[in-house]
């Protein structure tokens, strides 16, 4: 179905379903909201999920000026307040948890939760960076085309204007990731695009994580095991704090 709401000076895309606390989901780059469909989405039987559709992705068309994580940022608090008006549980994928990790440093009176899905901190911590070059692969191009207003020869725009972004933008660094107060967590696939050894230095450095790495996944494990991240994010948002037995980190 889908609406929009003109946000930060963008008309920005995004579905809304179920009824209860909100659950705001923040798609990749340059992927769109449809990566939820089959695993996070389905949650809205237990929350409100909302799933915006940042400038120049999916459903919303792109503006002048950068795509970088400082505006989409920006982007993020402003749909908060505006259209979700509650602190929400936020969860994001690839760029998206980054964005996401970023709103709970900015803003943590908007973050009830947070869950960061194969994010990154820091550049150093992909295997792979975001770049312009090179030929984008004609299943990434088609997902792009079926829904943008901006037609499929806009996407290498959007793929340049990430990466010039990218390419600037300093680092986040485990200080200001220590200042993060919600409840956080980390899932990573076990052949991700971030790197575990990143994956994990992200765990340690925010005082409220909790760690899952998925066995037998990429980059693409909402897709590739949807009910299990299904059930491991549900219970997370659902739950309180672990209670183990022989804390070792968490005795903090």
Partial sequence: ????????????????????????????????????????????????????????????ADVEGPIGLGVMT????????QVVADPARLAGHGTGATVALMTAIRRPDLVERLVLISGAFQREGMVLRPG????????????????????????????????ASAATEPDLTEHELSAVTARTLVVSGDDDLVTLEHTVALYRALPAAELAVVPGTSHALLLEKPGTLRHLVGDFLTGEPPATRLPIRRTR
């Fill in 1 to 60: 179905m889908g609406q929009y709401a003109d946000v930060n000076g963008v008309h920005t895309w995004y579905d809304e379903r179920g009824d209860g606390d909100p659950l705001v989901l923040l798609h990749g780059s340059p992927g769109d909201s449809r990566v939820f469909d089959a695993g996070l989405a389905p949650l809205a039987d237990r929350f409100r999920v909302l799933t915006p559709e940042r400038r120049g992705h999916g459903h919303t």
């Fill in 74 to 81: 920006d982007d993020t608090v402003a749909f908060l307040e």
């Fill in 132 to 163: 312009p070059s090179g030929e984008v692969p004609p299943e990434v191009a088609d997902a792009y085309a079926e829904v943008s207003p901006d037609g499929r020869d806009h996407l290498p725009v959007v793929l340049e204007k990430t990466a």
